[in-house]
């Protein structure tokens, strides 16, 4: 288990979502929402819980939550990696509504919550899976969150994979690479990705070079932002497959091979940078970060 999850303390979260709320919400429909939520810390049956979810954008609307630089500030400072930037009102009033779910006992806590993942529409889904890395026992939530990831619906899947630091800290090795794996198929950003350099594995560059030729060989696009992962691993084995990209006619692409190459301690990828000094110069003259590769890149496609 991740030690800041550990330290999550449940209720400076819900009061900092209520207030949050308050900030954003008429009194009527601060009131509905602060009612419902004590209503499912309680004795709420099954009918009510769902009934209570499936309501808040009756109350909330849904228009970006446009938290503060302070707010998301104190929501990093709650749980690291937290990033609610994107989030709707709705989103976030359907979370505190879990988190009062959450003080319930955990078996019926676990049971709700699962019910409500399986009765969920495509809105409430999202919010279901984006609120995973402020529940508790998260060790437990790992299938949970893989159905999330295996999902054909686009903004389910990236409700976990993006900006969204449960995958990160829990998922295995296996459950990661189809993380960076899928986003990559279903053209989604990695720069999105928390933790996309923190758990790169050898594992993942070889998945992800094959991955590169199978593109090819079909004469599609291979992703600049592909590389990232794989540039710790990059060795006289793979040399070839980045020399190709350091070729390539985008620039974007070749500067994304230059920081796939500066990633790498082999002595090989030390060598071959030498050849290409003026993509280097470039990239550092430019000051070109992952970040900055896929933003440019996404914008593009």
Known sequence: MSTDHQNLDLKKLRNSILQWLKERLSDESYDKISTMSEALAGDAEDWEVYSSLSAVPRYTGKSPLELTDDELKEARNIRTGWDPSQWSVDQLAR??????????????????LEKLFISSDMGEAEALYQSLPVLPYPDELKDRAAEGIRSNITSVFTAVAQRN?????????????QVVLKSLFVQTPLYLIVGIDRRANDKLADILVEYAHERWSAGREVSPELWRP???FIDEANLEEIEKVLNHEDTLHRQAAILALSASESKAASNLIKKYQDVLHNVHKQEINWHRIGEQYDAAR
């Open 165 to 177: 630091p449960y995958p990160a800290d829990f998922l295995d090795e296996d459950a990661w690479n």
């Open 95 to 112: 979370t505190l509504l879990l988190l009062s779910i959450a003080e319930r006992d955990k078996d019926e806590f676990f049971d709700k």
């Open 230 to 232: 794989v540039g710790p």
